[in-house]
């Protein structure tokens, strides 16, 4: 099993507040991704990392923005919240080769009141 | 450019059998497939490469016309665990002709299989 993880796992908060959404890895992935999925909807990629002090943003605008500092880490964060932002983001790393498959967190779902 | 999944949604009793088809518009490098149950995490079930590859589930099995940019994915002998929404994800090719490592994934297929 991948060893992918997110915190926190569910988030209610207020509009304004500054968000940041944690992803750890314990497999040495060189590619990381964040993807926003509404309920019973497809993934988006909102950014990815390809290693430490890369990151680019996915094909979804996002007004998140990502850091990637540490292999091991790559968290999102939002300066201020909005009511537009309530989905599910999930995070998802991988080897990188093309015959290689992405893991994915379980996921946080984020509500902004 | 997003793939497109079809059926959107299909019920089977258990046993029956089902294909789920993935198209696009533009050229692939590979094709992934995913499976995601309520609440939980897509959980990685096949790639399918350029040149005709595989490698995934053993009981699932998958196609991949590179010419047509499509692929299928065979669910034999369904069991109550296939349930789920099966999601294929397409990677493209870069200008070298290399995979681009991003997959942009189609709207998802969601199979019920009932007793």
């Known amino acids: 099993e991948a060893d992918i993880y997110q915190t926190p796992r569910y988030l209610v908060i207020g509009t304004g507040k500054k968000i940041t959404l944690e992803c750890s890895q314990t497999?040495?992935?060189?590619?990381m991704y964040w993807y926003q999925q509404d309920p019973g909807m497809e993934l988006h990629l909102i950014h990815y990392s390809y290693g430490v002090n890369s990151t680019e943003k996915g094909d979804l605008s996002s007004e998140s923005t990502v850091s990637r500092i540490r292999t091991e880490h790559f968290p999102l964060t939002l300066e201020s919240a909005r009511p537009s932002h309530t989905s599910q983001y999930l995070c998802a790393s991988g080897l990188g080769g093309t015959n290689q498959p992405q893991h994915f967190g379980d996921g946080t779902r984020l509500s902004i009141l | 450019q997003q793939p497109v999944q079809s059926p959107q949604a299909v019920i089977l009793r258990e046993g029956e059998d089902a294909v789920i088809n993935c198209s696009s518009s533009?050229?692939?490098?590979?094709v992934h497939w995913y499976r995601q149950k309520h609440g939980e995490a897509p959980v990685f079930l096949m790639i399918l490469l350029k040149g005709g590859e595989q490698k995934g589930h053993e009981k699932i099995s998958a196609s991949f016309n590179e010419k047509k940019q499509q692929s299928s994915l065979y669910l034999t002998a369904s069991q109550l665990s296939y349930s789920g929404t099966y999601f294929c994800?397409?990677?493209?090719?870069?200008?070298?002709?290399?995979?681009?490592?991003?997959?942009?994934f189609g709207k998802g297929t969601k199979l019920s299989v009932i007793p």
């Open positions: 994800g397409t990677e493209g090719a870069t200008y070298s002709g290399a995979g681009s490592y991003q997959l942009t």
């Open positions: 497999m040495g992935h060189d590619k």
């Open positions: 533009k050229a692939l490098y590979s």
